[in-house]
């Protein structure tokens, strides 16, 4: 059972930055997809960014796009995201998924390919 544990959101003014840390436990299989997905209130969860645990291939959604970076430290078995020049619309819970995938998968950031989830960290970005 894998098990994710988000953390370093918190409240930053437009144009600031976060990191954002998601520790990862449990792991059985040889490869995983994990990626960040975002939710604000009243609106669906949506995919941020995904990065294959082995071959380290990302994707990001065009939102995001040259502003924040999807990373692991693989030994840590620890996902990073990086976002710079936050915006207010930035604001949302920020959650971790991982679903085991075949080491050529591509990974995608749609919820239901995603199997594990964590409880969340809270950015709040204001103007």
């Known amino acids: 059972q894998v098990q994710l544990v988000e953390s370093g959101g918190g409240s930053v003014q437009a144009g600031g930055s976060l990191r954002l840390s998601c520790a990862a436990s449990?792991?059985?299989?040889?490869?995983?997809?994990m990626a960040w997905f975002r939710q604000a209130p009243g609106k669906e969860r949506e995919g941020v960014a995904s990065?294959?645990?082995?071959?380290?291939?990302?994707g990001y959604a065009d939102s995001v796009k040259g502003r924040f970076t999807i990373s692991q430290d693989n030994p840590k078995n620890t996902l990073y995201l990086q976002m710079n020049n936050l915006k207010p619309e930035d604001t949302a819970m920020y959650y971790c998924?991982?679903?085991?995938?075949?080491?050529?998968?591509?990974?995608?950031?749609?919820?239901?390919?995603?199997?594990?989830w964590g409880q969340g960290t809270q950015v709040t970005v204001s103007s």
């Open positions: 998924a991982a679903n085991p995938a075949s080491w050529r998968a591509y990974c995608s950031q749609r919820t239901y390919d995603y199997v594990y």
């Open positions: 449990g792991y059985t299989y040889s490869s995983y997809c």
């Open positions: 990065i294959h645990t082995t071959i380290s291939r990302t």
